[in-house]
Structures are given as structure tokens and as C-alpha cells.
């Protein structure tokens, strides 16, 4: 046999061994660093959930938390520190308690307590109408507007920046910590929040949590400042002489909180497919932008069904369900904010306001559902609706110019895509 | 005959790694697909293929792709037909290093080969798709597209006699060969956003068809040898398929694959069309390379062969005989599981003992039928002798038996003449003698 035949064969076999080998992880003698997931896009449809997956861990003082984000075109910070343990001891009960209870049913003063508790840790989402330093007055802008730039500019940097404070209480000046520099997290900060996780790549939304090793065993509470206390978890530090979940046995009951939260959204998806959903005892039909359920903390970010044939000049009508934006020809993907070359976190306005001819953003805030003719698109340049959304659902209807074959997408977010098909 | 065996070169090693690695690399793309088809089939797979995929390792990310793929796997028509051509192309590859491992039209060949095998096979790259690729991802996607393309383009332009075309002097040459690299190289690596791989493949599926029909145009028009035209020829013809091809799906088509829409969103949308186009038609390439290596004889490709349908049909006559026994045992026992038969580990050990004993018979046999079959001459050959040695019971004539043995040497090997040397063994001294 030539001498080169039995050199590659052995090449083979030893690359093989090594890429094995290197895989594995092999020759490590660390400790192997424990996965959270934050947030999870799911391989079946485009899902968010408002969640940590799983939403509690062991560790071991010294060792490392990895809190991996998909993106899913939501900003999640990973935030813990004393006023976190005691604001969740207030929040967690009254979810545990009150969470599936329609919210007039609640009795009063329970979710007074709930927001109090929450927007003393800032969060982003929920706290927007507790009483402001500025009142709004009649030079204001309309309402529509206002929205639109509220959602744009003002994004407090206390959550969105890395913060260390050491002593309570956390300023709510909505100013950049002065103290940025997370160090090892011994368990007696007062707040020690990541900011918003990073967009820049798939393998770039991480953010490292090293323990110290003087960090008392017991447990840690950890939440994301934009989304509050849904999006919770605890994190327990256990001595280093005790066992602790392997990362196959952590991976496991990742895997298996993550089905749990997937299970009903399989069913919405398979029923929107043929063209019903059900939501808050009603039932709809017709095209869906994005799908909710009354029993998961996420959304379903699909156009169902992907590829409608429509007439030129015909009205197709999408119901918007969470919060989407209908656009076309859009741009290379940009996430909902933007981190500035100091380190200040603006909402990027592209993403929320109508362009290309579209109608005005209409007031976002309300339990009514919006009823918005878009109009027509032409089909030349880039068109969006903005950003819309209602706690009810959205409807809008739209008309086509031009035969064409036409990708439609949200702007928030990145797998929510689809085609229309428009015919003369 | 093989090549005679020589000491291994600092090149052949350093090829042997680089090839190793990539051929692991395309191994390890095409693994991931059939991956993704199983999970698509198993559901307790594609559950095991996520929990690994909640990892960070290589591996982890390969179990991932796979189970995400496993929503979106072609229909199994033409999962077969992506491994039908990934198989074929990695067969012809392998035979072409065993063939020549040291010829460098062999070796381009057998890269172009493998790489091929990977990029036109949509499942995997279907699987692939389903990650944003990390930095390394993507040196490695792009590289082996590049290496595959411009190894075909070189290969082709090599073949059959490795003498590079156009017969410019060495230094125009270099000139020509390292600019159009360059500019390959530069230009793939430039190419960014969701139509990356369909660009590479509109490129490199138009441009290798291409080269290689030009550069056997040349050959035919500049070779004075007959027979080196006629394998121009027949590379050409084969070859102006895949150029067609490529140039009706441009008019269908236009560029629109290499099309960047939804730039930065994680779309596993793969190019279907583009795929289905150029799949068959690169599948003609090495169907007429091998039509040409088996048309003129190139490369001693006969004993190869010959040794290779051997070898396969006797494992293929073994493995049926093994797979009817646990069958058998099945129907008998009740299920495989359920079998302490074929559970066993004595079991195991008598099969393999079994198999092992029975293969030289079984390849004897088979060589006699291939021969009988394919390679009458040295069938005939052999059945001449069997019976010349038979006679020679019964014959007791030596002028008989020289007389024979004229005739049967004549029949077996075609010799220009016979003489036969007969040594006198009745005295001391005894002499020869010519008969």
C-alpha cells in the first residue's frame, strides 16, 4: 500500500479523535460554567418567551452563571441584588396568588402593592404610568406622537447600562450608574444589573455572571428589569463540598421548561394554520400578525398563514396580536435599540414609526381593538405600519399596487417573515 | 499497474492532513443532515439532539442544527437523491486517491469531489443554514465553497494528462492561474447576508461547467494525439450540459438567488431551484470523467475496479447472509431486543468468527463469477489450464504432452513462440535437450 494512502488514513483517524476530543471539552479539569437560557426562539415557529430557562440553578461559590440570550427581537437585562430579593419576596406571592385572576377581579390595593414593589427596581414595561416628574401639557405633542417618541427616546439607562450600586436605594433618575464595572457577585450588592444583553452576533448575547468565593450559600433572586418579575429566577449557591446538577441534568430540565411553555403555543399555531384562533373567550379568523396565549409569557411571532394571494387592489386584512409592525422591503435587520459609542442605549425610531406613506401610529395603549386602514403599497421602497399594538389585537387591511412577489416582515422581529403574492 | 510504492513527501503529508481535515469537515456537514432526517423520523432523537444543542461545543452546535432541521427535511425522494449524489461523489473521490493519491490532477479532482458532495446536498445544507454562523462557521463555509470551486476549475483544466491549458509559457501561466484566484477568492469572501451560499453556488456552478468545456475546447482544437482528443471530446460534451443548464437558469432566474432581501434575519430559506438545477448538473462531471477514465483506460482503473465489485459484493453477499440470520432469528425468537441470541455477546463473537472465515471463500467465488462474467480472458485462461492439468493423468506420450502444452500456451498467453527445455534425467550427468 502507498505510503501516502496509509498517511491519510491515519490523518483520518487522528483528526477524527481530536475534533472529538476538542468538542467534548476533554482535558478541562474547571468546573463547566452553568447555562440559563434567557428568552427562546423556538425551531418550530418564531416564539418569544418572557422567561429564564431554567429558572433555577445550583452553583458553587466561585463558580460562573452564563446567561445565554436568544434574540428574539426582545431586550432582557439579567439583574440581581438585595432591593431584587426584596422586591420579588413582595411580587412572586402576589403572582403565585393573584396571576391567573382576571384583573377586575383582583381585590384593590393588590396591585398597587405589585407596581410599587416592581417600579422600585425601574422596571421598563408595566411602570409607564406610574406618576412622572414631568406632567404632560397642552404643548405636548398628540398622544400618537408622544407614544412613538417616548418609545424612542426615553429608555432608562440605570437598567440599560451595566449598574453596581452597593447600598440602596437604586436612583431613579433613569442616569447611567456611575459605577459600571461588575465585578465578582458576592450577594450583598444592592443592585447589580447586566444592562440590556448585547446585540451583535448570535454568539454575542451572553453575559457572564462569576460568583465569588466568599458569596454565601443560600439563594439569590435574579429578574430582567424591562419585562419585571414574570421574568424571574433564583439562583442557588450551594457549598463547595455539596454536589451540585450536572450540566446534562441542567440541560434536561432546561429542555423540559422550555416544552412546557412551547405545548401551548403548538396548539395556537396548528389553529391559526387553518385559520382560527382563540383568545380571551373569542374566537377570530383570517390572517394572524403575531399570536398571544392567555397561559404563556411570550408571543408567537408568525405571519400565518406565510404566503397570502391577494388581487391587485384587493384589501388584505391581517389581526395583530402582541406588538408588530407590518413592513416591506425592509432594510438589513436592526435590533429595537441602539447602544451608542458612550455606552447610552437609545430605541432605535426606525423601528417604531410608520414609513413609506403608511398611516400614523395610532395610540398603542389601549384595551379596544385598533382598527387601521393602511392603505395602499405601492411596491417600490420601503413601507412600514410602525409599530402597533393593543391589549386587545390590531386590525389592519392593506392594498397592493403592483403585481409582485412580496416579503413581509416585522421590524421588531427577525423570524417574523412572510410572502404576499399579488396577482393582476 | 498500482504505483510503485515510494516514501511519503513533506507535500503528501501536508496534503493528507489538509485533505483529512477537510474531508472530516464535509463528513461531519453531511452527518448533520442525515442527523436532521433521523430527528425528522424520531422524536425521542430530535428531543436528545436539543438537549445536546442547549451545549456550546462543536458538537453541540451540529446536534442543534440537526434539530432544527428536523422541521424542514425535504421530502425523502430527494433526501435520497442528495445522499445518492454525496455518496457517488465521495465513491469516485476515493477511487481517484487510490487510483493516483500523488498525481495533483487526481488530488484536485478528489477535493473538488468532496466538496461537492457537501455543497450541492441540500438537506445538510438545509441543516447548516439553521445557525447564524460564527466567525469560524463561516471561514469554514466559504473556504470550502472557494476550495471546491477553484479545485474543480483546475482539475478540469488539468485533466486527463495534468499538463496545464492554455500551452503558455510557465510565467504567463502563473500570471493567468494566480489572477483568477485572487480575484475567486476575493470576491467570495466579500460576499455577505442570507444569499451567500446561493451566490457561491450560482458562481462556482456556472464557472467550473465553463472552464472545463473551454479548456477541453482547447485541448481538442491543440492536441495532435487522437486519442487525447477523443477524451477532450467527451469531457467537453459531457460538460456543455451543465454550462446549458447554468445558462437556463440564469434566463429563469436572472440573479435573483444572489439577491440579499432580509438581510441580518435568521431565515433558513434555502435556494431550492438553484440547488435542483445544479445538482444534476454537476452529478454529469464525474459521470463523464469516469466514463472517460473507464473509455480509455485511464489510471489502471480496471484492476480497480475489478477489485473493487469484488470486495463489495462479497461484504453486500455476507452482510445480506447476517442481516437474513438476525431476520430469521426475529421471526423465530421474537423481537432483536427481546433475542439473547442476538443480544448475546458469544453470540457477537461466533457471527464475526463466522463472517471472517467465510469472506476468502466467498471473494474466491465471486472473483470466478466477475471474471466469468466481466474479464472472459482470464476466465478462459484459467479454465485452459484447469483442464490442460487434467489431461496430463491420461497422457502418456511426451510428444503428446509438448504438443498440448504448445497449444494451450499459445491460447493463454499469446506468446510469439514456444520452446520447451527438457532435462534428461536417466543418467548421471543428464542433459537438456530442446524439443
Known sequence: MPRGALSLRTVLLGGGTVLIFLSTGCGSGSEEPVTVRVDYDHDEFATQFIRFFPDRVQVHPGGTVVFKQDWTGEAHTVT??????????????????????????????????????????????????????????????????????????????????????????????????????????DGTEAYYNSGFLG???????????????????????????????????????VASDQPILSTDEVNIQTRQQLNEMVEPFRAVYERAKKGNFVYAGESYTGNFSGLVDEGVEGMLNEFIPKTLA??????????????????????????????????????????????????????SVSTEPIVVDGGTYDGSAFWSSGVLGSEAYVEYTLRFATPGTYRVACLIHPRMVGTVVVTG | MFERPRRASGADLAFAIAFGLYALGGLLVLGQGLLAVGASLWGDLHELLHVQGLGTGLLDRVALRAADAAHSVPPGPQVVLDYVFSAVHLGIA????????????????????????????????????????????????????????????????????????????????????????????????????????????????????????????????????????????????????????????????????????????RLPEPPVALYRIFQPAFALIPLALSAGILRYRLWDIERLL??????????????????????????????????????????????????????????????????????????????????????????????????????????????????VWLRDVRGPGGRSRLA
Open chain 1, 199 to 237: 446585540f451583535e452576533a448570535e454568539t454575542a448575547n451572553v453575559f457572564e455572571l462569576q460568583l465569588s468565593d466568599s458569596i454565601q450559600p443560600g439563594e439569590y433572586n435574579f429578574f430582567c428589569s424591562v419585562h419585571g418579575s414574570f421574568q424571574s429566577g433564583t439562583m442557588e449557591v
Open chain 2, 306 to 419: 475489478n477489485r473493487t465489485t469484488v470486495y463489495a459484493i462479497a461484504t453486500g453477499l455476507l452482510g445480506g447472509f447476517y442481516a437474513g440470520f438476525v431476520v430469521v432469528a426475529q421471526l423465530v425468537l421474537g423481537s432483536v431486543a427481546a433475542s439473547p441470541l442476538i443480544d448475546s455477546k458469544p453470540a457477537v463473537a461466533v457471527t464475526t468468527v463466522l463472517f471472517l472465515t467465510a469472506f476468502r471463500p466467498v471473494r474466491d467465488q465471486v472473483q470466478k463469477v466477475i471474471d466469468k462474467r466481466f474479464n472472459r480472458r482470464r476466465y478462459d485462461a484459467q479454465v485452459t489450464m484447469e483442464k490442460f492439468a487434467e489431461g496430463l493423468r491420461d497422457e502418456m506420450d511426451l510428444a503428446g504432452i509438448i504438443g498440448r502444452l504448445d497449444i494451450v500456451l499459445k491460447e493463454v498467453i499469446q506468446p510469439r513462440h514456444v520452446s
Open chain 2, 94 to 265: 476515493a477511487v481517484l486517491l487510490k487510483l493516483r493519491s500523488r498525481d495533483w490532477t487526481a488530488r484536485l479532482l478528489a477535493t473538488a469531489l468532496v466538496g461537492a458532495a457537501g455543497v450541492f446536498n441540500l438537506t445538510s445544507q438545509a441543516a447548516l443554514e439553521q445557525l447564524t454562523f460564527t466567525p469560524l462557521e463561516t471561514l469554514g463555509q466559504v473556504g470550502a465553497h472557494v476550495l471546491a470551486g477553484l479545485a474543480y476549475v483546475y482539475a478540469l483544466l488539468l485533466f486527463p494528462d495534468g499538463r496545464p491549458v492554455p500551452r503558455w509559457r510557465p510565467a504567463a501561466l502563473i500570471s493567468l492561474y494566480l489572477t483568477a484566484t485572487l480575484v475567486a477568492v476575493f470576491l467570495s469572501i466579500r460576499l455577505e447576508g442570507p444569499a451567500r451560499p446561493a451566490t457561491l453556488l450560482l458562481f462556482f456552478g456556472l464557472l467550473v461547467p465553463a472552464a472545463g468545456a473551454a479548456a477541453q475546447a482547447y485541448r481538442i482544437r491543440n492536441t495532435e494525439n487522437a486519442t487525447g482528443q477523443a477524451q477532450a471530446r467527451l469531457l467537453f460534451w459531457a460538460l456543455l450540459p451543465s454550462v446549458g443548464l447554468g445558462i437556463v437558469f440564469l434566463v429563469r432566474h436572472g440573479l435573483s438567488p444572489a439577491t440579499n432581501v432580509l438581510v441580518g434575519r
Open chain 1, 310 to 363: 391577494v388581487k391587485v387592489g384587493a384589501p388584505v386584512t391581517w389581526l395583530m396580536f402582541g406588538y408588530h409592525s407590518i413592513s416591506f422591503d425592509v432594510p438589513e435587520y436592526f435590533p429595537i435599540y441602539e447602544r451608542g459609542e458612550d455606552g447610552t442605549v437609545r430605541a432605535n425610531k426606525g423601528v417604531y414609526l410608520a414609513a413609506g406613506g403608511a398611516p400614523e401610529v395610532p395610540e
Open chain 1, 80 to 185: 440581581f441584588g438585595t432591593e431584587v430579593n426584596e422586591a420579588l419576596s413582595v411580587t412572586m406571592p402576589l403572582i403565585e396568588q393573584w396571576g391567573d385572576v382576571p384583573e377586575d377581579e383582583i381585590p384593590p390595593g393588590v396591585l398597587e402593592a405589585y407596581l410599587a414593589a416592581e417600579c422600585s427596581l425601574l422596571v421598563m414595561y408595566g411602570c409607564e404610568e406610574q406618576p412622572a416628574e414631568e406632567q404632560p401639557t397642552s404643548e405636548q405633542p398628540p398622544a400618537s406622537e408622544a407614544t412613538a417618541e417616548e418609545e424612542t427616546d426615553e429608555i432608562n439607562q440605570t437598567i440599560a447600562q451595566p449598574c453596581l450600586i452597593e447600598e440602596g436605594p437604586i436612583p431613579d433618575d433613569g442616569l447611567p450608574c456611575p459605577n459600571q464595572q461588575l465585578g465578582p457577585f
